[in-house]
C-alpha cells in the first residue's frame, strides 16, 4: 500500500526558504505517475501547489510565480519542494500526492 509522508514544515520568515520532502513509499509505480503538492490554508479549498510527470514537465499554480521548484528521485520514491521568497499567504498544510495516496500533511508558517 502507498503511503505519503511528508517533512520539512515549520516556521519560516518572509523572505525565506523552506525544503520539504515527500516518502513515496511502498509505490511500485511510483515511476509512471505524476506526483505533486497540494497546500490548504484555513478556511480555503485545497490547491494545486505544483505537479511533475514522469519525464519531469512540472505545472505549477499560478501564485507560484516562479519562487518554487518540484523535483523527484525516482530511484529513492521521494518527492521535493523547494519553496523561496515566502509571504505569509504562503501559510497553509502542504500535503504531498502519490497516486493514489495523500500525506497527512505537514505545516509551513510565514511569519514575522
Known amino acids: 500500500q502507498v503511503q505519503a509522508v511528508e517533512s520539512g514544515g515549520g516556521l519560516v520568515q518572509p523572505g525565506g526558504s523552506l525544503r520539504l520532502s515527500c516518502s513515496g513509499t511502498?509505490?511500485?509505480?511510483?515511476?509512471?505517475?505524476?506526483v505533486g503538492w497540494y497546500r490548504q490554508a484555513p478556511g480555503k479549498q485545497r490547491e494545486l501547489v505544483a505537479t511533475?510527470?514522469?519525464?519531469?514537465?512540472?505545472n505549477y499554480g499560478d501564485f507560484v510565480k516562479g519562487r518554487f521548484a518540484i523535483s523527484r528521485d525516482n530511484v529513492k520514491k521521494m518527492v521535493y519542494l523547494q519553496m523561496n521568497n515566502l509571504t505569509p499567504e504562503d501559510t497553509a498544510v502542504y500535503h504531498c500526492?502519490?497516486?493514489?495516496?495523500w500525506g497527512q500533511g505537514t505545516q509551513v508558517t510565514v511569519s514575522a
Open positions: 500526492w502519490v497516486p493514489p495516496s
Open positions: 511502498g509505490s511500485a509505480a511510483f515511476t509512471e505517475n505524476v
Open positions: 511533475l510527470t514522469t519525464w519531469g514537465s512540472p
